[in-house]
């Protein structure tokens, strides 16, 4: 008996070792150098998995930037265009992602297929620390049933009509602390960050709002102290996110803080007698005979707000108020047009739809700089486009939005120039393909804050174009960053006088 275990516990170990080595093999190089083969069959090109690629973190170090904004911004997409025809495929680790830009297979993900699409499981992982399984991190029925919820809260007509006094409201005070005499200089991507919070705060929690100025900054906390966790060398300790490091006690202390106090407003809510006209009111109306959508889904559906709605929309503004800064003849006819439309400084719902050559500028800004640079879609079955494409599951396909914004086949020669008389007829009409401009995506994934960040667009530029003249600073360095979204690095400064 004591010889055969002899034997048997060698054999044994060999074997289990061979096992973990056949696995391991198997999901770093077997399984993904098939769907790379997949892809290759098709003639599509690109660099090969190959042991050095594998070892090195795939294609991620080969990036470079030159100067112009897609080289900078996306210097991935730059570089790897010049080198391989689109759509092309690369290595991010141990994921195989193709890089699309032809507007009719953009539309073919995101609205002719979109059952075999979604948030990847590497996006999904980082979503939900930040915001929960909710409306952006979730797939199939669990994000329609918040899509349900959320939705009608957007509606362009509540948006007009209850809303809009709420944000020429907050852009009155912002602006008020803008009365200087002569010429001044303002940084103006801070003002309109401190703008867009104070509107989501209080057209997502009505009389709440100084709580929701609360939110925002602890949400601005929990953003900084995750991005700290990522780079710390514990995150790669088995147990690491446990371990009570000075990040993570904090991180959890402002997680407790903001899930209590939007608890507290939820449930505060609740027990009152009239839901209200907020965000947080035509949600709860929305899910009230809805017994699976509980407190805490709608506590994530309010951080959703700002992390979503905040920034975005700030960029919007900060782009183009530097664009109207460098074509003042763009500047001075939207003025006379704001001037037409809102005497005496009255914006409504009416003047709001007659402010045409303000919506094509701000369409031109979106095309230029769009707040969302890129957006991507994990492949959930093996799925094949018309006859062209098969795409294996587990494939993550990346939209370059900038890229397509920016693509001479679609705006002709001057697809880098500022020019919003090409939206003159609307924006399916601006460009060959109608959807090769997506700056808030399509389909039904498409962004439901749409409405929403517009409006308040439009009435922050009419406000402030009523009031003060801008223009170029020297102190302005020209530098679009991509981070969440596509951000000046140095601040935007612009001179602005009193009019
Ligand atoms: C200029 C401003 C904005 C831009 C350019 C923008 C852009 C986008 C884009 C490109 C997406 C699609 C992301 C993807 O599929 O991966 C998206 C989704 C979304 N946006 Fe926006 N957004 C803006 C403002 C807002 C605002 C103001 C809100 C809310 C207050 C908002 C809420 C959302 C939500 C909840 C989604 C997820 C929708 C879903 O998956 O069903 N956005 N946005």
Redesign the pocket.
């Known amino acids: 008996m004591e010889l055969d275990m002899v034997f048997v516990i060698p054999v044994l170990a060999t074997g289990l070792v061979g096992v973990i080595v056949y696995a391991l093999l198997w999901k770093f190089w077997i399984a993904p150098s098939r769907k790379e083969a997949v892809l290759r069959k098709q003639g599509i090109k690109g660099p090969s998995l190959g042991p050095p690629q594998l070892f090195k973190g795939g294609n991620k170090d080969e990036f470079d930037g030159d100067h112009d904004i897609l080289s900078h911004v996306l210097p991935d997409i730059h570089s790897f265009s010049k080198k391989y025809e689109m759509p092309y495929m690369y290595w991010w680790g141990n994921e195989l992602r193709m890089t699309v830009t032809d507007p009719e297979v953009v539309r073919w993900v995101?609205s002719k297929n979109p059952q075999s699409f979604g948030?990847s499981a590497s996006?999904q992982a980082t979503l939900i620390k930040l915001l929960g399984y909710g409306?952006?991190a979730s797939n199939g029925e669990h994000?329609a049933q918040?899509?349900r919820v959320?939705g009608p809260a957007?509606h362009l007509e509540k948006l007009k009509n209850i809303m809009a006094g709420t944000m020429v409201d907050c852009t009155s005070k912002v602006l008020s602390r803008w009365d200087n005499d002569g010429e001044f200089e303002i940084d103006v991507e801070k003002e309109f960050s401190f703008l867009?919070a104070d509107v989501?705060s209080h057209?997502?929690f009505g009389s709440s709002f100084e709580k929701g100025r609360r939110i925002f900054h602890l949400l601005n906390l929990q953003a900084e102290l995750l991005t700290k966790i990522a780079f710390s060398p514990m995150q790669w300790m088995p147990f690491g996110r446990l371990h009570p490091l000075r990040e993570n006690l904090q991180l959890w202390e402002v997680q407790k803080e903001l899930d209590a106090i939007l608890l507290g407003l939820v449930k505060d809510r609740r027990k009152s007698a009239s839901y209200g006209r907020d965000?947080l009111g035509l949600m709860l109306e929305q899910s009230k005979d809805n017994p699976a959508f509980k407190d805490d889904k709608l506590v994530g559906?309010c951080k959703?707000?700002?992390i979503?709605?905040?920034e975005?929309?700030a960029?919007?503004l900060t782009w183009a108020m530097y664009l109207l800064s460098q074509h003042r003849e763009w500047q001075d006819r939207a003025r006379k047009e704001v001037l037409e439309v809102c005497k005496e400084d009255e914006i409504n719902a009416e003047a709001l739809n007659k402010l045409k050559l303000v919506g094509m500028i701000l369409n031109e800004t979106?095309r230029l700089y769009?707040?969302?640079p890129i957006?991507?879609?994990g492949t959930f079955n093996d799925t094949t486009m018309g006859d062209k494409i098969s795409i294996p599951k587990g494939i993550v396909l990346v939209i370059p939005?900038l890229a397509m914004h920016h693509d001479k086949e679609q705006w002709g020669g001057d697809a880098h120039e500022f020019n919003p008389e090409r939206f003159a007829r609307g924006a399916s009409k601006a460009c060959k393909h109608p959807n090769a401009f997506?700056?808030?995506?399509f389909g039904?994934?498409?962004?439901?804050?749409?409405t929403?960040?517009?409006v308040?667009?439009k009435i922050a530029l009419a406000m402030i174009l009523r009031r003060f003249s801008a223009s170029h600073s020297p102190n302005y360095q020209h530098c679009p960053v991509s981070g969440v979204?596509l951000k000046p690095l140095h601040g935007m400064q612009l001179t602005f006088t009193r009019r």
């Open positions: 995101l948030k996006i409306l952006v994000w918040h899509r959320v957007f867009a989501i057209t997502a965000l559906e959703t707000f700002y979503a709605g905040q975005t929309t960029t919007l979106l769009p707040p969302i957006i991507q879609r939005i997506m700056p808030f995506s039904p994934r498409v962004c439901i804050g749409q929403f960040a517009l308040e667009a979204t």
